[in-house]
């Protein structure tokens, strides 16, 4: 453990990380939480980190949970009023291009700040880190972004804003949006999100080797938190004993080479970018696999381009998979990570698939029962055309 990070403290938790992937990964999380909201696990959950687009699901889910109604059994009846309708509706608008062609026109905005603005227009309005839940009243939300500067994560939460070579910034007073867009600035176009802060208002932890710099304190640089972690594992893998990872990445895709020209620099650029985050994710999932195999960890991993079929619930006297592994399935993972317009069909699939391989592995490894299960969208069942 680096100096001045959280101090591993789990005593019984119960962690869920959401990966990034643009609006892919928004709607492939609605079906994890979807799933889980009605197994009862929501309110069970003491933490909840995410990146990148998994922080759009996380936060709307943070930000609307006083707006919960949870049963005896801890189920959420207005779950789906209250959180799938508005995050579906959000992503069926096109935010990417408008904020790349007024960024790049205008001498005033940039594009990763006119990403915060839709996220303001359209989700959380003029909330900040203090609207999501406080201490006892939910889950403990991180949304996590990487430093620029110092080239560490960077945890933004209702009780402080954390980079552990800066110190602490309690009670922040970021616009929800803002810490929203930080998390998912994805590079290049995107970022950097600057954060304008009070120097004096941070305060110095054990570790924290760069605070005397105010520069530091007073401007945060920030990209996308996958640049760092593309799992958000950081929190709960420290302060907690049960680990549920939802992970819409996808495996990285073979590329044909192309002559080279100075205008195709970019494609490059994106490709180097591209195949980082893959590694980093294929080690942070392998030891999390790993984890679980050797029982230092209790929890699962479900992914966008997992094979239902892994999980073997026959093996373990389990009722079948929602679906089999199909074209249909396996075409989830190839979808893009755009902040564009999604089709009700592309939406209804996502969720659809995160509902499904959710299910799977949290009967698989977690749940000692077998509850049923049906397909929150049911007009478009994961199945070939004719199956």
Request: hydrophobic share 40%.
């Amino acid at each position: 453990m680096e100096a001045g990070q959280e101090q591993d403290s789990r005593g019984g938790r119960t962690g869920l990380a959401l990966s990034g992937g643009g609006f892919r990964a928004t709607l492939f999380h609605i079906g994890a939480l979807w799933r889980l909201n009605e197994l009862g696990w929501l309110p069970r959950l003491d933490e909840v980190s995410s990146v990148s687009g998994g922080s759009i699901t996380a936060a709307w889910l943070a930000f609307r949970w006083p707006k919960l109604d949870f049963d005896r059994h801890g189920v959420a009846s207005n779950f789906e009023r209250e959180i799938a309708w508005p995050l579906e509706k959000f992503c069926a608008r096109t935010i990417d291009v408008p904020a790349v062609l007024l960024g790049l026109l205008s001498p005033f905005h940039h594009p990763g700040q006119l990403v915060a603005a839709a996220y303001r227009r359209y989700l959380f309005g003029q909330a900040t880190l203090q609207d999501l839940p406080q201490k006892g009243q939910g889950p403990r939300f991180t949304l996590y972004a990487t430093s620029l500067q110092t080239g560490v994560s960077v945890r933004m939460r209702s009780d402080h804003i954390g980079d552990y070579r800066v110190g602490l910034l309690p009670r922040p007073k970021v616009s929800l949006a803002e810490a929203v867009a930080a998390s998912s600035a994805f590079p290049p176009v995107f970022c950097p999100i600057r954060l304008d802060l009070d120097p004096g208002d941070w305060k110095q932890t054990e570790g924290a080797d760069l605070h005397r710099f105010e520069d530091l304190r007073r401007h945060l640089f920030l990209a996308d938190g996958g640049v760092y972690d593309n799992l958000g594992l950081e929190t709960i893998a420290r302060k907690c004993d049960t680990v549920l990872v939802s992970d819409a990445g996808a495996p990285l895709k073979v590329t044909h080479p192309r002559r080279v020209r100075w205008l195709g620099q970019l494609h490059y650029t994106l490709r180097v970018i591209d195949i980082i985050s893959s590694q980093t994710r294929a080690l942070r999932t392998r030891d999390l696999i790993g984890d679980f195999v050797a029982g230092r960890q209790n929890g699962t991993y479900w992914g966008i381009a997992t094979r239902i079929a892994d999980y073997a619930l026959a093996e373990a006297g389990k009722a079948p998979p929602l679906t089999d592994d199909n074209a249909v399935t396996q075409a989830q993972s190839g979808v893009r990570t755009r902040l564009n317009h999604f089709t009700v069909a592309e939406q209804g699939h996502l969720i659809n698939w995160g509902y499904a391989v959710t299910d799977a592995a949290m009967r698989r490894h977690v749940l000692e029962d077998d509850p049923p299960a049906q397909w929150p969208r049911p007009a478009f069942p994961l199945q070939q055309a004719g199956a």
